[in-house]
């Protein structure tokens, strides 16, 4: 439910109600479906209000895997979700004018689809409504945190909400509220940081062909260019571009026509679907492996981008923070059934033991093909070409690849 004041206590507190936020908090909910527990949840934006200026629902869409769908069954949520994405049932990747394929298809795999495309605005609409219907969880919005500070057995909080000030405490602060946490900065914590030079310009397109529900991740000069399936509206064909650019690109591609921006597109993307025909409104932003130094800390954890930021080769991202947000609640609940301090580092401790080896795995996937097909080096063009023979061709390396696509690899 949607709230203008809080009360002086909760169980825990979530710093950021965009996708990871409020999806680990209806997931909580679910999992503990206790009245006696109360979670607040701090957001910047009025949910349904103004979508578009949340930036975690604005007009952008999301990959989602099939382990995530499994997730969000568990939440309850799939059944609102499954008729508003599209399903992927081929992934094609491929090296731009170089021999080498990978194809994966969901017959292989045998489930109904390799993953999902949902977009952000109606992935909000879905989360916020699972909010404002449970009786476990507290909105506060607009509403930001001016200062945190550790107390005993939990933090304490100085929210601002409707120029009111107010003092919240908890046992848990989960934040979720974005790579650039002005939370973090607040309590100190470090980030390593590493600059890709690349910037992702991210729209919906239009195809003169339909996608027959294939998603593609085609590896070019400047970087990876995904194009993601996306149902039609008013008989076009439909696909959700994500675009590396160089920095130099990233300042003149958005101001060029959309006929010369298309005809570069048509160029770096091919003719798999015909000629591309109209690209709707443009974000840039400049990409980089962001990781914190600490995730965890008495009565805090990280979750989401401000634990590690991702590039978006792979639609790895969004995907990692779900499955950090299964085990999170899995730890919680199950602590909270045992009586268990939430904020005590034991219990965070084995949080973030069982998500450790998934972490480092997915950062490191990301980097190594974001390094690897990023450039016309002659070895690694080479290296680029011998591996996806390789994965297309072996078996091993085939389920190894299609688990990590599909989120399954790790998974706990």
């Known amino acids: 439910m949607q709230i203008t004041r809080p ?37 910047a934006v009025t949910p349904d209000n103004d979508l578009a200026r949340q930036s ?21 949520l799939w059944q609102q979700l499954q008729d508003a994405v599209t399903l992927i049932h081929q992934i094609h990747v491929s090296d731009k ?11 292989e795999h045998n489930v109904d689809a390799l993953g999902y495309v949902v977009q952000n605005q109606d992935l909000g609409h879905i989360l916020n409504s699972a909010m404002e219907e449970s009786s476990i969880i507290s909105l506060l919005c607009p509403a930001s ?21 107010f003092t919240v405490d908890t046992a848990l602060v989960v934040l979720a509220d974005g790579g650039k946490s002005p939370v973090c900065k607040q309590l100190g914590i470090e980030r390593s940081v590493e600059r890709y030079d690349q910037h992702a310009l991210i729209s919906n397109i239009v195809f003169e062909k339909p996608h027959n529900n294939i998603a593609f991740e085609r590896f ?77 800390r008495p009565g805090i954890v990280l979750l989401g981008n ?13 995907n990692l923070a779900l499955r950090d947000t299964e085990v999170l609640v899995d730890v919680l609940s199950s602590a909270w059934r045992q009586s268990a301090p939430l904020g005590q580092m034991y219990t965070l401790l084995d949080y973030l033991k069982r998500r450790e080896q998934d972490q480092v795995q ?14 016309n080096n002659e070895v690694k063009a080479w290296l680029r070409k011998f591996g996806l023979i390789a994965i297309e061709l072996v078996p091993r390396l085939r389920r190894g690849f299609a688990e990590q696509a599909m989120g399954l690899k790790n998974r706990a």
């Open 306 to 318: 401000v634990a590690h930021t991702l590039h978006p080769v792979a639609g790895q991202g969004l």
């Open 97 to 107: 004018g170089r021999l080498g394929s990978v194809k994966l298809s969901r017959e």
């Open 220 to 296: 070019t000069d400047t970087g990876p260019l995904a194009v993601l399936p996306l149902e039609p509206i008013d008989a076009k064909n439909r696909g959700s571009l994500v675009w590396t650019l160089t920095e130099n690109e990233a300042v003149e591609f958005p101001n060029l026509s959309e006929e010369i921006l298309l005809g570069k597109l048509q160029e770096r993307f091919g003719c798999r679907l015909g000629k591309i025909r109209a690209i709707g409104e443009k974000f840039v932003y400049p990409l980089s492996l962001s990781l914190a130094k600490e995730q965890i």
């Open 56 to 76: 975690s629902f604005d007009a952008r869409s999301t990959a989602l895997s099939y382990g995530s769908g499994k997730i969000f069954d568990k939440m309850g």
């Open 7 to 43: 009360e002086k206590h909760y169980d825990l507190i979530v710093v950021g109600g965009g996708m990871v936020g409020a999806s680990f908090s209806c997931a909580l909910a679910a999992a503990i479906d206790e009245e006696k527990f109360s979670i607040l949840v701090i957001e």
């Open 145 to 165: 945190v001016s200062s945190i500070q550790a107390i005993q057995n939990g933090m304490s909080l100085e929210l601002v909400c409707s120029e009111q000030e």
């Open 362 to 375: 997915t950062a490191q996937f990301t980097h190594t093909i974001t390094q690897l097909f990023s450039s």
